[in-house]
């Protein structure tokens, strides 16, 4: 019961700072490259963990090659899976606030915005620049928020 009553009086983290392949949580020393936040804390996001991974097209080919740099397009597909957001949605949020990437090259399908859904979250998928602004906003409102943040492309 006295567990409960403290996760409730917790907030969400801000975060501090954003940068290409760097986000900075406060009140957290560590640097993240991809990272989770929810009220009362925060750790490193690796959306490998749930299948996701870094396709790149060659365009005139037509072929697709397993690599992490293509001049051409990339695409981190399948993309955010519900079992990225549970941990999140474990810690009862309101809202999710998903940063797709600077490009928005990671992808979220409909299946991940449907679970957010019906499980009673409001969310909002935007481009990671546009997503910390928004999550900070909530943040500063009050708002029991998380997040899941790609930094990169």
């Not at 501090?16 to 925060?42: E, F, H, I, N, R």
């Not at 009862?92 to 679970?115: C, F, H, N």
């Amino acid at each position: 019961m006295g567990r409960d009553l403290f996760n409730l009086a917790m907030s969400s983290p801000e975060i501090a700072s954003l940068s290409w392949g760097q986000m900075m949580v406060k009140g957290c020393s560590t640097a993240y490259k991809d990272c989770k936040v929810w009220p009362g804390g925060s750790r490193t996001w690796d959306w490998r963990e749930t299948g996701t991974n870094i396709l790149c097209r060659t365009q005139e080919a037509g072929i697709t090659i397993g690599m992490f740099f293509s001049l051409r397009s990339n695409l981190h597909s399948p993309g955010v899976q519900p079992a990225d957001l549970e941990e999140v949605v474990k810690k009862g949020v309101k809202t999710l606030v998903i940063g797709r990437g600077m490009s928005e090259a990671l992808q979220v399908p409909a299946s991940t915005v449907d679970y957010l859904k019906k499980n009673g979250i409001d969310v909002l998928v935007l481009q990671t620049e546009k997503a910390v602004k928004e999550y900070n906003a909530l943040v500063a409102q009050g708002v029991k928020v998380g997040g899941v943040f790609h930094s990169t492309c």
